[in-house]
Nanobody, 128 residues
């Protein structure tokens, strides 16, 4: 059974930084496509970044140059470094795994329905 547990959320002022972590058990993250998503109240869940088994990464246009996805293979943990945060990025952030797929599909990596395992989420609040 795959389990994903996020942490690292919190409250920051605009322009601040946070580092999210997602500890995974039951599967080796370096063998699959892993992603970070976020969902604000009343909005759809959107893909933020993804990384595959070869450490190739994909980022949403809105976070390029500010967010960095990475993975610590020894600790089987996924990370999301977020810099220059904006108030509109206030949301619950989720990590997800596409267990069984070693690459992140080009046109689908940012779609929530392309992933089959999810964490419970961690809240990020950015104040102006």
């Amino acid at each position: 059974q795959v389990q994903l547990v996020e942490s690292g959320g919190g409250s920051v002022q605009a322009g601040g930084s946070l580092r999210l972590s997602c500890v995974v058990s039951g599967y080796i993250i370096s063998k699959t496509c892993m992603g970070w998503f976020r969902q604000a109240p009343g909005k759809e869940r959107e893909g933020v970044a993804a990384i595959d088994s070869n450490a190739n990464t994909r980022d949403a246009a809105s976070v390029k140059g500010r967010f960095t996805i990475s993975q610590g293979n020894a600790e089987n943990t996924l990370y999301l470094e977020m810099n220059s945060l904006k108030p509109e990025e206030t949301a619950t952030y989720y990590c997800a795994a596409n267990v069984g797929l070693t690459y992140c599909r080009t046109f689908y990596w940012s779609r929530a329905d392309d992933y089959n395992s999810w964490g419970q989420g961690t809240q990020v609040t950015v104040s102006s």
